[in-house]
T-cell receptor, first 115, second 116 residues
């Protein structure tokens, strides 16, 4: 149980393109999902908390208009990187938890490369 | 000072060795402690989690928490080459309402290599 699926696993696109990443909880419903960013050889940095049916909560320094989050159902959250530039290239990972007092389970990440 | 400190390693051990991975923390509000394993180009995989001081064992893995010293450990017995990965400690406090735990604070990860 507690499987989190992320798609796509790899994206390469031109500067200025918008990219959408999907995060799905496959065998449970998740009212809350999380989006992280990870740079090479570094730990995970929380970008935002995604709440089903309401606006996401962004961490300090994360641009809301740049990283659009939508959590339209109990099993799907999406992260859209708008007008992506090379500095947005990174490893993006989502997570979800079955219940509020349970640990987070992570997807396998999306490697985004902006040329 | 970081809230969570973890020795980045790298740590290299022979197959069969006992591995000890450690994290210290400064925030006394942390109540939930987790260990994740991350293989290259993959997301973190939950290994162990605990809410209290003491030991918790699961197969070859033992998680140890000492809240008085603000210190947590993960022990891996009979280590295997397949254990080669980055190990991340993570911890959290309860949110203001007390009905869930808040955001995770991660250590920087320890790179472990187990050689045959």
């Amino acid at each position: 149980g507690a499987v989190v699926s992320q798609h796509p696993s790899r994206v390469i696109c031109k500067s200025g393109t918008s990219v959408k990443i999907e995060c799905r909880s496959l065998d449970f419903q998740a009212t809350t999902m999380f989006w992280y960013r990870q740079f090479p050889k570094q730990s995970l940095m929380l970008m935002a908390t995604s709440n089903e049916g309401s606006k996401a909560t962004y961490e300090q320094g994360v641009e809301k208009d740049k990283f659009l989050i939508n959590h339209a159902s109990l099993t799907l959250s999406t992260l859209t990187v708008t007008s992506a530039h090379p500095e947005d290239s990174s490893f993006y990972i989502c997570s979800a938890r079955i219940q509020p007092l349970q640990p987070q389970h992570f997807g396998d990440g999306t490697r985004l490369s902006i040329l | 000072q970081k809230e969570v400190e973890q020795d980045p390693g790298p740590l290299s051990v022979p197959e069969g060795a006992i591995v000890s991975l450690n994290c210290t923390y400064s925030n006394s509000a942390f109540q939930y402690f987790m260990w994740y394993r991350q293989y290259s180009r993959k997301g973190p995989e939950l290994l162990m989690y605990t809410y209290s001081s003491g030991n918790k064992e699961d197969g070859r893995f033992t998680a140890q928490v000492d809240k008085s010293s603000k210190y947590i450990s993960l022990f891996i017995r009979d280590s295997q080459p397949s254990d080669s990965a980055t190990y991340l400690c993570a911890m959290s406090a309860k949110d203001a309402g007390g009905t869930s735990y808040g955001k995770l604070t991660f250590g920087q990860g320890t790179i472990l290599t187990v050689h045959p």
